[in-house]
């Protein structure tokens, strides 16, 4: 979540690439006439609908107390085993795309998880003063430490951290293999665009989450 006031180059950057690929993904899945095609796109679709909702505060707030964050994650884990699926169903020298897109999938996840526990740990970090004297207060007893529960929710930040480098550096490779696309292949244009601003975007979105052990990462939210 980001506000134009706080982080106004990334607010309005991923703001036009995701309505992008979302403008683009809801042509092709209306083009689509099989299934499988129709599918794929769909679930794109829906990645790029929730990137969207996640950029503003006012817009991600409202949606995930309509759809809770869990079930985000199960459909873009759906989107994990379905491109999983395509990729070992494809022939050999084939499976490259559908291998991208469960990648993709997996770092949408990644990103997904990473941030509800970052959500958890703030609010814990938030209650602690109030639940501290409450407890002593009504109880007389030792407060709950709400500290170690922060620190328990940073200690699996900095391990999801981990997990993300790989899945961050897959999506910067991919998004320069989409402009690579868009800009040798003009027949393939619009679709290396929309690889790049997929895979772009999320990657720009999803800097502060390795900020717990790449510090200079909190540069690039500006």
């Not at 991923?14 to 679930?43: D, V």
């Not at 930040?157 to 800009?183: E, F, H, Q």
Request: proline share 6%; charged share 10%.
């Amino acid at each position: 979540m980001f506000t134009l006031t706080a982080v106004p180059v990334k607010f309005i950057g991923l703001l036009l690439l995701f309505t992008f690929t979302t403008a683009y993904e809801l042509l092709q899945t209306g083009r689509a006439r099989k299934a499988i095609p129709r599918t794929s796109h769909g679930l794109h679709l829906a990645m790029s609908v929730i990137m969207l909702l996640m950029v503003p505060k006012s817009w991600w707030v409202p949606f995930r107390t309509v759809v809770p964050v869990p079930i985000s994650i199960a459909v873009m884990a759906l989107g994990v085993l379905w491109f999983a699926w395509l990729a070992v169903r494809a022939e050999a020298g084939q499976r490259s795309h559908a291998v991208g897109c469960a990648l993709m999938f997996s770092a949408m996840v990644w990103h997904l998880v990473a941030m509800m526990v970052k959500m958890h740990n703030m609010k814990a970090m938030q209650m602690a003063p109030m639940s501290s004297s409450q407890h002593t207060m009504n109880h007389g007893a030792p407060p709950m430490n709400h500290g170690a529960m922060a620190t328990g929710s940073g200690s699996t930040l900095w391990w999801l951290a981990v997990i993300g480098i790989p899945l961050m550096a897959w999506l910067l490779w991919a998004s320069w293999r989409g402009a690579a696309m868009a800009v040798t292949e003009p027949g393939h244009r619009l679709a290396g665009l929309n690889a790049f601003a997929m895979n772009f975007g999320m990657f720009w979105m999803s800097t502060g989450l390795l900020v717990p052990i790449l510090p200079f990462f909190k540069y690039l939210a500006f």
